[in-house]
T-cell receptor
Framework: GAVVSQHPSWVICKSGTSVKIECRSL??????MFWYRQFPKQSLMLMATSNEGSKATYEQGVEKDKFLINHASLTLSTLTVTSAHPEDSSFYICSAFQNGGSASGGPEETQYFGPGTRLLVL | GQNIDQPTEMTATEGAIVQINCTYQ??????LFWYQQHAGEAPTFLSYNVLDGLEEKGRFSSFLSRSKGYSYLLLKELQMKDSASYLCAVRDSNYQLIWGAGTKLIIKP
């Protein structure tokens, strides 16, 4: 299947610091990427949709000034958690939206997920 | 509102067959996806249905009835490694994925 990578896979930081998470599509161009958050034993929660070259669209209740998203190229989107607090501790997952074609064997326009980034804010 | 319903948890025996149901009410329909998620890991794509009927892929099959707003994921010859959460997601008219809460499948020897 299509490969999406995330870095780092886990991070521990102090309260008040900022953390940047990278999401890359490795074998296809992703015009659209999605950022999700998942708390333990809960379902995925979509945070925002990022489109290459334009501003991200945030879901209701997600603070755009706290969760900065940049999608500067067709293969890279970044999520920066600014001034992180313990309640931001969660599993952050990106997915890349393969636009056109099914080279990976999945249906056209399938979302493929990165491996996730586990964030712990102390 | 938009809604995806699937059972919270199911238990099955190794080697058996299990069917996980998913019903949905969404604003439009542009395909239904099933994902598998092992604990502590990101979801992985399993199947996609956009037309009515059964899609078979090895031990896993997925069925869709658009008129009934219903899908199921069928897992055959269950293995211990199939213990995971199974997520049903529907793509609506805005091409947004609406996610179910997931079904935790427990496989017993």
């Amino acid at each position: 299947g299509a490969v999406v990578s995330q870095h780092p896979s886990w991070v521990i930081c102090k309260s008040g610091t900022s953390v940047k998470i990278e999401c890359r599509s490795l074998d296809f161009q992703a015009t659209t990427m999605f950022w999700y958050r998942q708390f333990p034993k809960q379902s995925l929660m979509l945070m925002a949709t990022s489109n290459e070259g334009s501003k991200a669209t945030y879901e209701q209740g997600v603070e755009k000034d706290k969760f900065l998203i940049n999608h500067a190229s067709l293969t890279l989107s970044t999520l920066t958690v600014t001034s992180a607090h313990p309640e931001d501790s969660s599993f952050y997952i990106c997915s890349a939206f393969q636009n056109g074609g099914s080279a990976s064997g999945g249906p056209e326009e399938t979302q493929y997920f990165g491996p996730g980034t586990r964030l712990l804010v102390l | 509102g938009q809604n995806i319903d699937q059972p919270t948890e199911m238990t099955a025996t190794e080697g058996a067959i299990v069917q996980i149901n998913c019903t949905y009410q969404t604003s439009g329909f542009n395909g239904l996806f099933w994902y598998q998620q092992h604990a502590g890991e990101a979801p992985t794509f399993l199947s996609y249905n956009v037309l009515d009927g059964l899609e078979e892929k090895g031990r896993f099959s997925s069925f869709l009835s658009r008129s009934k707003g219903y899908s199921y994921l069928l897992l055959k010859e269950l293995q211990m490694k199939d213990s995971a959460s199974y997520l049903c997601a529907v793509r609506d008219s805005n091409y947004q994925l609406i996610w179910g809460a997931g079904t935790k499948l427990i496989i017993k020897p």
